[in-house]
């Protein structure tokens, strides 16, 4: 294994690179493939957590940890999801977090995972996917998932390109990604949530989450057992996970919307929407309030620092928060708004620590 930070925008373009899909790099030195590739997304399971949990089941066992991968920021599915799917960074898909602003529109928030109307996906994030351009070059490429996701505004902006084959539960699931493997060309795409779903309601660990986790086993050895010989079978994450003991109520026995017209991101990773002028004033306030609690940065600083990566496009720019919080250890900063759902949820995800950020990189 390497001591580079690699993330999931290499690993596609390096499997895709295996399969010969133009203008591409194998930067993870992948290798040449049999010409049938496999990616199971596991939403949630962090290299902390899998290296915790993984010996209470065999099949987790005989992996080999091909590398250790980073996932940008945020640390959140929508994002990490859309990296994967357009193997570019946080800055150039403009998909910057689980909710941010539209645009010259009426204050209002694009929830990523829920979509609305209104907003064009395609247009929204232009940047065409390794989907797109691997089955321009001939690979059969699909995407097998929950049935519910398949016409999702989510779908057409990160993941579009692919055939998507919807199924539901374990084998049909595993009987699907086999199918899809037979022609030569082919790359599955395929992607489970129930381990997250876990870590939100119960907690990473928690009876609910092993449960999961040995839900995830089982599909994975059916997948094993069923692809055609010579399918390489790699094993992802798109963040870790931390329960969290500690929240703050944005608002509540603080100042700290003094100046807010809008709240977006999520509990580890807050887009913060200031009044015009009001900036500076803001950006001092909620340093000096959270001190250490928090990292607070202003849209200049997360652009110069390459916090969404390198390049940040017009776009991006656009759509970041005037500030943006972090969190340090497992603090959450809790919307007013939605006080019942945030601090009901055990674990969270979305920002920068190890837990967060650290997911293997697997080869059944």
Known sequence: MSTENFGLADLTNSI??????????????LGQSQMRECLILIDGMGQDAFDKYADQFPIFESLKLVEKLNANFPSTTATSLSTLGTGVLPGVHGMLGYTVRVPRSDNRLLNALKWDERVDPVIWQKVPTLFERAAADGVAV?????????ASGFTQAALRGARYIG???????????????KPQPSFVYTYLNTLDAAGHSDGVG?????????????FVTKVKELVPSGTRIWITS????????????????????????????EPRARHIYIKDGAATETLLQWREFLGD?????????AISSGLFGPVVSEDSAER?????????????????????????????HGGVT?????IPLLLA
């Not at 199924?167 to 493997?181: F, I, K, P, R, S």
């Not at 928690?206 to 089982?218: C, H």
């Not at 190890?354 to 650290?358: L, N």
Request: hydrophobic share 45%.
């Open 293 to 301: 609690k928090a990292a607070v940065i202003s849209r200049a600083e």
């Open 16 to 29: 895709f690179n295996s399969l010969s899909v133009a203008g591409t790099t194998d930067t993870l030195l």
């Open 320 to 348: 970041m928060g005037d500030l943006i919080a972090i969190p340090n250890n497992d603090l959450i900063l809790v919307d007013p708004a939605r006080v019942r759902e945030e601090t009901s949820m055990v674990g969270h």
């Open 206 to 218: 928690s009876d609910k989450w092993l449960t999961a986790l040995a839900q995830i086993a089982e």
């Open 238 to 265: 798109d963040h870790g996970m931390v329960n969290s003991t500690e929240q703050l109520i944005l608002g509540q026995d603080n100042k700290l919307l003094e100046n807010v017209t809008l709240i977006g991101g």
């Open 142 to 150: 699909s995407h097998v998932a929950a049935k519910r996701y398949e």
């Open 167 to 181: 199924a539901n539960g374990v084998d049909e699931m595993a009987t699907a990604v086999a199918l899809a493997l």
């Open 354 to 358: 190890d837990i967060e950020v650290a």
